[in-house]
């Protein structure tokens, strides 16, 4: 008995072989290998999206050939060289050499941008709930009353001089606005939704009709669809809302006075491998599916955009600062995550959602 649990102790204990090159690759984030002179020596497939360039082609460059030389990169290569590992926070690269190889450096990059996005949006979702709270108060304290006012100008209405009767307009009018705005803040309720298999691209379709009838007649839409993408678990309804609002506003943003060439793309996507963690949980959202509205607008003013999803917050003279905050919080009600770019001629808003499962689809 002894010599056998020897042999499977020596067995157990015993190291493996495994193929370095085919651990990299299964990597989900992007790896590349630098030799001492900042040469491409490897990249995983991750690296190669994330740069945009095969690794073919990356064997050919140096590191300088795609950042300059001034950047901070350079400096934590040096620091990686001089130090056994470098992890800082705060950073999204991560060093460090390899041994076996003396001179070589491997970097792993990690984009935090969707953390951090997800992070917003759960504070987003706070907000949106004292929304709803604000919503239910007003409902009863000014809905009834305005009622009672509107159909008080209806009458006046009725017997008034003409030249007063503009006055009494302006009061249904006004009563009516108000009575809107408290609707669209009782859209912030926390009600359950109704989910099912959704194809994206019908959605996007039944968008761009709507807009090109209407408030987007004159602007180009552009459309780039994967026609392979599996359906979402979502609300067909809500969806549309979503895209509807994004679409509107980039139509707004394209048709300012002097605009030219005014112009909207919509597209789809699989990101293979996107799985973003819930800050202060162990919960991970699996959102390989992402849809895109961009426009070539001016830009989101820089002052609004770190609050763009937050109630209230417009850069509209008339607008109400509702419609992004209840995108913000239609996205999150689906498991989804809503991301931002945005700079002068171009900006672009990122759904990331889930994608319909084989539970899902028993349902």
Not at 28 to 39: A, F, G, I, K, M
Not at 164 to 181: C, F, H, K, N
Not at 198 to 211: D, G, Q, S, T
């Amino acid at each position: 008995m002894s010599s056998v649990m020897a042999r499977a102790s020596r067995l157990i204990g015993r190291p493996r072989a495994v193929d370095s090159a085919a651990v990299l690759g299964a990597l989900p984030v992007p790896v590349v290998l630098l030799d001492s002179e900042n040469r491409f020596r490897h990249a995983n497939h991750a690296a190669e999206q994330f740069l945009g360039i095969s690794a073919a082609s990356l064997a050919q460059l140096r590191l300088e050939d795609l950042v300059p030389t001034d950047n901070p990169l350079f400096m934590l290569i040096e620091q990686v060289l001089e130090s056994p590992r470098l992890n800082k926070r705060g950073i999204t690269v991560q060093g460090s050499p390899l041994p076996e190889e003396p001179g070589t450096v491997l970097l792993i990059m990690q984009d935090a941008s969707a953390a951090r996005a997800l992070d917003r949006q759960l504070a987003f979702r706070g907000a949106a709930r004292s929304v709803t709270g604000m919503a239910a108060i007003l409902a009863h304290e000014v809905k009834n009353p305005l009622s009672g006012i509107r159909g008080a100008a209806q009458l006046l209405e009725a017997s008034v001089a003409p030249e007063d009767r503009e006055l009494t307009v302006l009061i249904r009018d006004e009563a009516d606005r108000i009575r809107g705005l408290v609707d669209r803040m009782e859209a912030f309720g926390e009600k359950p939704i109704t989910r099912g298999s959704v194809n994206i691209h019908r959605v996007l379709e039944h968008v761009r009709k709507l807009a090109q009838s209407g408030f987007a007649a004159h602007v180009r839409f552009v459309e780039s669809y994967d026609p392979s993408l599996p359906p979402v678990w979502g609300n067909r309804d809500q969806l549309v809302q979503v895209v509807l609002n994004l679409v509107k506003n980039a139509a707004e943003a394209v048709t300012y006075p002097g605009a030219s060439h005014p112009e909207i793309t919509l597209s789809t996507g699989f990101h293979h491998g996107v799985r973003v963690a819930v800050p202060g949980s162990s919960t991970r959202l699996d959102l390989p599916l992402y849809v895109c509205v961009r426009d070539n607008g001016p830009g989101i003013p820089d002052d609004i955009r770190p609050h763009l999803f937050e109630p209230f917050v417009t850069s509209k003279s008339s607008g109400s600062g509702l419609g992004l905050a209840l995108v913000a919080k239609i996205v999150g009600d689906h498991g989804g995550l809503i991301e931002v770019d945005s700079r002068p001629g171009r900006t672009e808003f990122r759904l990331h959602l889930p994608v319909i499962t084989e539970k899902e689809s028993d349902l």
